[in-house]
């Protein structure tokens, strides 16, 4: 019998993202304060709310990386830049 095709296609458990989402929000959080930019200002710039930077910076939301793009555009940094620093966290 062939195993089935849609158990890979199951999203990860939180557990499994863990690392890679605190880094995350790690490296967006430091950037911001290093950039000198508020909570505020990081949300006009992006067009969410300061709850939910709040949220992530916190990593209690998984940000999708359609919000991780907006944050790496106000920062004047690339997503691929933006994650490589998350990466360097891990």
């Known amino acids: 019998m062939m195993p089935s095709l849609s158990a890979p296609n199951k999203p990860l458990p939180r ?5 890679v989402c605190e ?3 790690n490296a967006i959080r430091e950037r911001r304060t ?11 710039f992006t067009n969410l709310s300061r709850p939910m930077i709040r949220f992530i ?3 209690e939301r998984i940000p999708t ?8 555009r106000a920062f004047g ?7 490589a620093e998350a990466e360097k966290k891990l």
Not at 15 to 19: D, V
Not at 34 to 44: C, F, K, P, Q, V
Not at 65 to 72: G, M, Q, Y
Not at 77 to 83: N, P, R, T, W
Request: charged share 20%; aromatic share 0%; no cysteine.
């Open 15 to 19: 557990t499994a993202l863990e690392p």
């Open 23 to 25: 880094a995350l929000a």
């Open 34 to 44: 290093d950039s000198g930019l508020s909570l505020n200002r990081l949300a006009e």
């Open 57 to 59: 910076e916190n990593n």
């Open 65 to 72: 990386v359609d919000t991780v793009a907006r944050i790496s």
């Open 77 to 83: 940094i690339s997503l691929s830049q933006l994650v």
